[in-house]
């Protein structure tokens, strides 16, 4: 069974410029969760889907960050205009129920200049 | 108050040894619960659920406590393998919202 994927695995850009995260869930997995975890921290939840609508946003920096899973497949994670605070590595993680274990892609870690 | 605290440790300790982590969670309505795996600069993995009526696998034990709202990890004979972060994870199905602790930091030395 293919694991999430996520690309990049690495992004540098400075502040006040723009990235855009993507991952590609376990196949039939109709959760997916995206996820910032800063250094020395555990993972802090960002936003849930389940299939193409948002569960959980409460804590996304809404002025800044966004996500969409359109098709209720991929989905991708926009930060704009990045600031300092939000380097760290983005985790995209997909379940098969929505109170299930999940199962994380390797990351994409960020680092703003 | 936070949803989940954990003790980061470092724990550091000989191979064969026995060690136990605990993580205390503050909303009594969580229904789920996990024990995670997170190697350096890698993903977090799970490493088992936790259920009502405890469970084993192989060296691994968890348990956990509604009353006092804690779960345990217990970790037999490590070995140097089981250098790692341990999360634990706790969730509600109101909302299914999960939480993270900040991990507890293993060490295991020949």
């Known amino acids: 069974e293919a694991g999430v994927a996520q690309s990049p695995r690495y992004k540098i850009i400075e502040k006040r410029q723009s990235v855009a995260f993507w991952c590609n869930p376990i196949s039939g997995h109709a959760t997916l969760y995206w996820y910032q975890q800063i250094l020395g921290q555990g993972p802090k939840l960002l936003i849930q889907f389940q299939n193409n609508g948002v569960v959980d946003d409460s804590q996304l920096p809404k002025d800044r960050f966004s996500a969409e899973r359109l098709k209720g497949v991929d989905s991708t994670l926009k930060i704009q205009p990045a600031k300092l605070e939000d380097s760290a590595v983005y985790l995209c993680?997909?379940?098969?129920?929505?109170?299930?274990?999940?199962?994380f892609g390797d990351g994409t870690r960020l680092s703003i200049l | 108050r936070k949803e989940v605290e954990q003790d980061p440790g470092p724990f550091n300790v000989p191979e064969g040894a026995t060690v136990a982590f605990n993580c205390t969670y503050s909303n009594s309505a969580s229904q789920s619960f996990f024990w995670y795996r997170q190697d350096c600069r890698k993903e977090p993995k799970l490493l088992m659920s936790v259920y009502s009526s405890g469970n084993e696998d192989g060296r691994f034990t968890a348990q956990l406590n509604r009353a006092s709202q804690y779960i345990s990890l217990l970790i037999r004979d490590s070995k140097l393998s089981d250098s790692a972060t341990y999360l634990c994870?706790?969730?509600?199905?109101?909302?299914?919202?999960?939480?993270f602790g900040t991990g507890t930091s293993l060490t295991v030395i020949p």
């Open positions: 993680a997909s379940s098969s129920r929505s109170v299930g274990p999940q199962h």
């Open positions: 994870v706790v969730s509600r199905n109101t909302g299914n919202q999960f939480y």
